[in-house]
């Protein structure tokens, strides 16, 4: 049976011209897109695999991408990962998501999880947890809380184990899930009785002993009040958590105003009550610190930020006063003494330190912050474009590294040239390009369609390769085209002289047979467009009949080839010339001759895919004269336009409607002297008047010219397709 089956391939690859599509496409042949926005790109990509896509939105950039011999997942990953976006399916929906720092994976056949995180929000891992496992986890915690870990080939519960014990949380089971709760040590107090208590307050009024843990101040508040029988109107709503509390000897007054203090309060005592409201005074805790000014040397405003870590002295903590060339420190008398200590040890590595200028010749000095190594990308940086210089402040050690560097790598570029086929050089530098080359690195030879790159060997490689994807021959559209306009008119004849006669057509008269029952050669024989075989005879025998009495006329009938992506443009117009006149510099009617084109106007685009179709877009235009105003003056026009956008099969007709056109043709003769007397006069008038409805109506066939190549590769794939299917299998 596989030598029958083996025989009968071969005979195939022989015989075979064209190659079989399956309806469900499930690869993309070939597919290219230029500097095109990527919903757009998704759009077409769904369309082609007959899928749904939902992009977010936030999924946003331009693409400029060559597919061949794709999947869909294939090309979403090609398209999206390099963006930072990727795709997640539910059902038969594709999901287009930003691309997480982090995954969770499930391995069926093993039974395990993985987890991979860099620097990822806890929050975003839990959920993920619940979508891969289809279980419930809730995240009870600090929004903020990051991890980094790896956790591999581990069940379920382990894994959540490990995640929890690394960031310090505990795990609550509840009936339907499981709660990632953050771990809170309450501290405990010792009350009189020996019992543990929140809080305690005790003694008299000018000598209270406090102690408590994580209470707001609002319940303290309430409690010193009750303790000491104190009257108070409480009108403010703010409140703050004090965590940790314990005062030996303190006054009611003392004790009122830190409590008020730190939610941002304050109390008036008025008629023996006590009012506590807002406060619009800084908190106590702002009074207690200290301030410090100390004189710089060879720091200074510009320098002072990079030198000192924000780290050790956050940026709160100081502030420059450029003028005097001093900062003035805030924070305890502890944290002044250790930021003067800082900066005095680094004002004493600074006396080496200057402002070191350096010019580049040849690499651009924007590209200096990649450039230079990571000890120096976080010291600032002055650039100046215009004359392409740069300048640190430096101690000579480290401006002597950088001068080395630069003269390493700061050196006349090699130069490659590349020759195009097909695409033009100025839509590949305008865009073309894809977004790891630099434009002024490349220039263009207009005498010979070639880009010359300039760069390493490494990068030319690259670039050339994917140059080799792009310019390839784009595909030829066929295009068998036909414009008919379809005409209904009215007569309105009045011939006081002439009678009616009437018109009288036999069956064979009407589908224009001779005495013998076969057709007459009628004007479709000429026409460029097989109609019989497209439309069939019956349609073909009215149409005939149709133009043989007027009711039809081809106004177009032509076959015409264009370019995938590019528009083919055709016309059926006539011009009239006529004499106008302009104003000169003096004010004076000048005479001049100008024309004015009007009729049939069609443009088609045409798009061909991998799968055999053709998306178009065409665009038609019909102007025509109103009204003639008599030789030699301009006429009066109308326009009329349909654009149409279609997806079609390769060689299946198109039919396209919509542009009508109403005409008038008065034609009255009057026999001199005699037609103009009245009443009698109307017997020597003749009327022939004739309104007419037209619309024009557009047939098109478009094919995909297939190349040698093309066929050639259509067999392969069908050949290879039935041994998959019948040997493979078997």
Not at 317 to 327: F, P
Not at 592 to 613: H, P, V
Not at 629 to 652: C, D, F, H, L, Y
Not at 692 to 704: H, K
Request: neutral net charge.
């Amino acid at each position: 049976m596989k030598n029958y089956i083996r025989t009968l391939l071969i005979v195939i690859m022989t015989l075979t011209t064209v190659c079989a599509f399956s309806e469900d496409v499930k690869r993309i042949d070939e597919l290219t897109f230029t500097d095109e926005q990527i919903n757009s790109v998704l759009k077409i990509v769904a369309e082609i695999f007959q899928v749904t896509m939902v992009p977010d939105k936030d999924i946003e950039g331009r693409v400029t991408r060559y597919f061949r011999n794709t999947t869909i997942e294939e090309t979403l990953s090609l398209l999206l990962e390099p963006l930072g976006f990727t795709y997640r399916v539910n059902g038969s929906i594709y999901f287009i998501i930003k691309k997480k720092n982090f995954k969770v994976l499930y391995d069926e056949l093993a039974s395990s999880y993985i987890l991979e995180a860099d620097n990822s929000l806890v929050s975003e891992i839990i959920d993920e947890f619940s979508s891969v496992s289809k279980q419930t986890f809730i995240h009870k915690g600090n929004s903020n809380d990051r991890v980094t870990i790896r956790i591999y080939n581990k069940k379920l519960d382990e894994l959540v184990k490990l995640l929890a014990k690394s960031i310090d949380y505990e795990l609550l089971k509840i009936d339907n899930g499981t709660i990632f709760s953050k771990k809170e040590e309450p501290l405990s107090l010792i009350g009189m009785d020996g019992k543990n208590v929140k809080t305690i307050l005790e003694g008299a009024e000018d000598t209270i002993t406090v102690k408590f843990v994580n209470q707001s101040t609002k319940d303290l508040l309430l409690l010193l009040f009750n303790k000491f029988n104190k009257e108070f109107m409480l009108l403010s709503n703010s409140s703050a958590n004090i965590p940790y509390l314990d005062i030996k000897s303190i006054s009611f007054t003392d004790l009122l105003l830190t409590l008020c203090e730190h939610s941002g309060q304050s109390y008036t005592y008025n008629d023996g009550k006590y009012y506590i409201y807002d406060s619009i005074s800084p908190k106590m805790i702002n009074r207690l610190r200290e301030s410090y000014s100390f004189q710089l040397r060879n720091l200074n405003s510009r320098s002072f930020p990079t030198l000192i870590p924000s780290n050790i002295i956050p940026p709160s903590s100081y502030k420059i006063q450029e003028q005097l060339n001093s900062v003035t420190l805030y924070g305890s008398p502890s944290e002044i003494d250790y930021f003067t200590t800082i900066i005095k040890k680094v004002e004493e590595r600074m006396d080496d330190y200057k402002y070191v200028f350096f010019q580049l010749k040849y690499k651009s000095v924007k590209e200096i912050k990649n450039i230079l190594p990571e000890q120096y990308k976080s010291l600032q940086i002055q650039i100046f474009e215009e004359n392409n210089t740069f300048y640190m402040y430096l101690n000579s050690y480290d401006e002597k590294n950088i001068r080395a560097l630069i003269n390493e790598i700061d050196v006349i570029p090699d130069e490659y040239v590349y020759k195009l086929k097909y695409l033009k050089p100025d839509d590949v530098i305008k865009s073309m390009l894809p977004e790891y080359i630099d434009k002024k690195n490349i220039y263009l030879i207009t005498n010979d369609a070639s880009l010359v790159f300039r760069g390493n060997v490494d990068m030319k490689n690259r670039l050339f390769k994917y140059l080799d994807v792009l310019d390839v021959a784009p595909p030829v559209i066929r295009y068998q085209l036909l414009i008919v306009e379809y005409i209904k008119s009215k007569l309105f004849k009045l011939n006081w002289g002439v009678g009616m006669q009437p018109i009288t057509n036999g069956i064979g008269d009407i589908f224009k047979m001779n005495k013998t029952g076969v057709f007459d050669k009628g004007d479709l024989i000429n026409v460029n467009f097989d109609i019989p075989t497209v439309f069939g005879v019956y349609f073909s025998v009215m149409l005939e009949e149709q133009l043989k009495e007027s009711k039809a006329k081809i106004q177009m009938s032509t076959e015409v080839y264009g370019l995938s992506s590019e528009s083919v443009t055709l016309a059926n117009t006539k011009t009239i010339q006529f004499a106008d006149t302009k104003k000169d510099e003096n004010g004076n009617d000048v005479p001049f001759y100008s024309a004015t084109t009007f009729g049939l106007n069609l443009e088609i685009k045409g798009r061909a895919t991998s799968s055999d179709e053709i998306f178009l877009e065409v665009s038609t235009k019909i102007s025509d004269e109103i009204e003639s105003q008599g030789a030699g003056q301009p006429p009066n026009t109308s326009e009329k336009s349909v654009k149409n956008s279609i997806r079609t099969k390769s060689g299946k007709p198109i039919i396209l409607g919509g542009l009508t056109n109403k005409k008038e043709n008065l034609q009255n003769n009057v026999i001199p002297g005699l037609g103009h007397i009245p009443y009698i006069g109307n017997a020597f008038k003749t009327h022939n008047n004739t309104y007419s409805d037209s619309e024009f109506v557009i047939y098109i066939i478009p094919f995909i010219n297939k190349t040698t190549e093309d066929i050639k590769n259509e067999q392969n794939k069908y050949v290879r397709n039935l041994y998959e299917t019948f040997i493979e299998k078997n």
